[in-house]
Nanobody, 121 residues
């Protein structure tokens, strides 16, 4: 099992910045990629950024956040970060950390409990 604990959410004005952190613990050796998703009220969960644990991995971003958000991974700390700049009111959502795992045969995703990000106009 893996536990994911997010932190760093809050209230910010449009144009501001926030940095989210997600620390993984437990059987972290099974995790090969980590990322962030968000869910706004009445909308489906949207994957916003992902990165693998491989050295030199190139992150992937949703079009809605590319150029404003940056995902990074500290493998030594088993922690993934999401730096969010130039925030917009439409970025308001609960942000969830996820970790994709595999044991070579089976796979799946772990999810954190979520952290609220609210961007005021």
């Amino acid at each position: 099992q893996v536990q994911l604990v997010e932190s760093g959410g809050g209230l910010v004005q449009a144009g501001g910045s926030l940095r989210l952190s997600c620390a993984a613990s437990g059987n972290v050796g099974s995790i090969y990629a980590m990322g962030w998703a968000r869910q706004a009220p009445g909308k489906q969960r949207e994957l916003v950024a992902t990165i693998t644990r491989a050295r030199g991995a190139i992150p992937n971003y949703a079009d809605s956040v590319r150029g404003r958000f940056t995902i990074s991974l500290d493998n030594a700390k088993n922690t993934v970060y999401l730096q969010m700049n130039s925030l917009k009111p439409e970025d308001t959502a609960v942000y969830y950390c996820n970790g994709d795992w595999t044991d070579g045969t089976f796979g799946g995703s772990y999810w954190g409990q979520g952290t609220q990000v609210t961007v005021s106009s």
